[in-house]
């Protein structure tokens, strides 16, 4: 088996992977958001283990697929099978406690990951409940408004919008932040501008009433709705990418390692191309690696001076073995 095909064969095996992944956040996130909600959105010492266990879980398997990049790859470029279980487990170990130019290791990286994520929730859920009780003040102040104010519903019309209502227009704008819930308040608006109208006609603290229903369930449906996006934004959207981030990383860093470890002993082999992946989007550091010249080719590592590991996140570009019949 050539490496164009061993590396193929990891590569669908990574995007299986990734697949895997994606359905597994999304279950995590799916009964970790109901737990939060049936809780009021409160992070106690339940929910907190519950985070925990979400994220061992998790945890548990981006480390798996790293370690099939390294099982994958040594079975099938080590002919001999004695020669397998040691040096798969040694580039198991090297995968967990190697340190990158950023100081991390697998384990502090992952470790950073669960408290950024579990410290961004609190932080952002807490932000959702205050604005949800911004709300209910905003509502309960508009209410005393209203019955305050009756006799001026007779008198006024869209064009005169009363002060009060003006600035609690002003006021919920801030409170209803998320495109979605926006969206909602603007078709509230609409059927305020109508009621508007009909208060010249009713001139009744039942029009105030009905106007004061509309608005603040409006409100009340948006600040629901803008917890819900923090909920599914923390404990989905940036957590899928954050884990996808780490798996695509460390399996394609253990991929690499494998291969040179498989090959430096080969005295057959001289170097190391460095090849561009088709998914290579933009000019960058790879371009420059797959341009070097140390007299064995363009882009050709000799082994003493190939990088140990990949330039940068999800790099998906790779390394060719050369050998002395193929230069």
């Keep these: 088996m050539s490496?164009?095909?061993?590396?193929?064969?990891w590569l669908d095996e990574l995007r299986q992977n990734d697949e895997a992944l994606q359905r597994s956040v999304k279950k995590e996130s799916a009964e970790l958001t109901a737990k939060i909600k049936t809780n009021e959105y409160q992070?106690?010492?339940?929910?907190?283990?519950?985070?925990?266990?979400?994220?061992?879980?998790?945890?548990?398997?981006?480390?798996?697929?790293?370690?099939?990049?390294v099982v994958r790859t040594v079975n099938r470029a080590t002919k001999k099978k004695s020669l397998r279980d040691p040096l798969i487990s040694r580039l198991m170990k090297e995968s967990v406690e190697k340190k990158y130019a950023d100081g991390?290791?697998?384990?502090?990286?992952?470790?950073?990951?669960?408290?950024?994520?579990?410290?961004?929730?609190?932080k952002a859920?807490?932000?959702?409940?205050?604005?949800?009780?911004?709300?209910?003040?905003?509502?309960?102040r508009m209410q005393r408004s209203i019955e305050k104010n009756r006799g001026l519903f007779a008198r006024t019309s869209k064009e005169k919008i009363p002060k009060w209502l003006d600035q609690f227009q002003k006021q919920a704008k801030t409170v209803i932040s998320s495109p979605e819930a926006r969206a909602d308040w603007n078709m509230t608006l609409k059927k305020v501008e109508g009621y508007l109208d009909g208060l010249a006609k009713k001139g009744t603290r039942y029009a105030g009433k009905d106007l004061y229903k509309q608005i603040t369930q409006a409100v009340k449906e948006g600040n629901a709705r803008l917890i819900d996006h923090t909920l599914n934004r923390w404990l989905y959207d940036k957590q899928l990418y954050s884990l996808r981030r780490i798996a695509y990383t460390e399996s394609a860093n253990a991929f690499h390692s494998a291969q040179i470890a498989c090959t430096k002993d080969d005295d057959n082999v001289i170097g190391y191309a460095w090849r561009i992946s088709k998914s290579h989007a933009k000019v960058d550091i790879c371009d420059d690696w797959a341009a070097v010249d140390y007299g064995l080719g363009r882009g050709v590592w000799p082994k003493d001076k190939v990088p140990d590991s990949k330039p940068h996140p999800f790099c998906l570009c790779y390394l060719i073995p050369k050998t002395k019949q193929k230069l």
Excluded: C, F, H, M
């Design 3 to 9: 490496w164009e095909e061993i590396r193929n064969d």
């Design 43 to 69: 992070i106690d010492s339940e929910i907190e283990t519950d985070l925990e266990t979400s994220a061992a879980v998790l945890k548990a398997e981006v480390k798996a697929i790293i370690k099939s990049a």
């Design 104 to 122: 991390l290791n697998l384990s502090k990286r992952l470790w950073n990951w669960e408290q950024s994520q579990k410290k961004g929730l609190k």
């Design 125 to 140: 859920l807490a932000k959702g409940v205050k604005k949800g009780e911004q709300a209910e003040q905003l509502t309960y």
